[in-house]
């Protein structure tokens, strides 16, 4: 039910704002960055496509939001850390692997029109996406008597599935020229399956 009256705003907003005529209020935007998956264990990259459009109306309020959609990509994995000695090799963590693809529609919100502040922004909406998983799940040693040493051997586990979720964006925007937008953002994703995910990155658009 909450899903569906969040759907019920979203297209009452979009309504409103393309039954306005506006000239240079659309971007499209790619922005990239240091994803960090989890805790931060999982390390990896991001890059979102953005088409973003800014509201004009009469009314001084809607002037402050914007409305758009994201599509992102995520991937970051780990590696066993291998530690050889005379007696045996040691690992320190396990192998896993992460990609998502995640389509966001959301709103935006500049609290300042006016001034270098004009640019502070904050971004919400509720995020829907797939994710494939492989980790290792268990690990154990055997002896191997050819080579007179232990052998590691490794199960690994998959996981594929929907996701579904919120991301909050908080980022600034100036304008390079006329038509040229560049920026950085912060994000923090959440999601039902668990996962809690961090973005840092740089962004660069156009204004049409």
Known sequence: MKLILIIAIFCLFSTQAFSQKDVHNKYLKLSAGRMLFGTGDIVGYAANVE??????SGK??????????ELSFENGATEPDVYTTPAQESFNRSFHTTTNIVFTPKFTYYPFNKTFA????????????????????????TYDPVFQRSVRHSYLAFY???????????GYEFMVTKK????????????????????????AGIRF
């Open 160 to 170: 594929n599935k929907a996701m579904f979720g919120y991301r909050i964006t908080t």
């Open 180 to 203: 040229i937008v560049a920026g950085a953002r912060l994000d923090f994703d959440s999601y039902e399956n668990g996962d809690i995910n961090t973005l840092i990155g740089l962004k």
């Open 118 to 141: 004009k640019g502070i922004n904050i971004t919400g909406g509720i995020s829907v996406g797939f994710t494939s998983q492989s980790r290792e799940f268990q690990s154990g040693y």
């Open 60 to 69: 001084m309020f809607l002037k402050h939001f914007a409305m758009g959609a």
């Open 51 to 56: 088409y973003a459009k800014r509201l004009n």
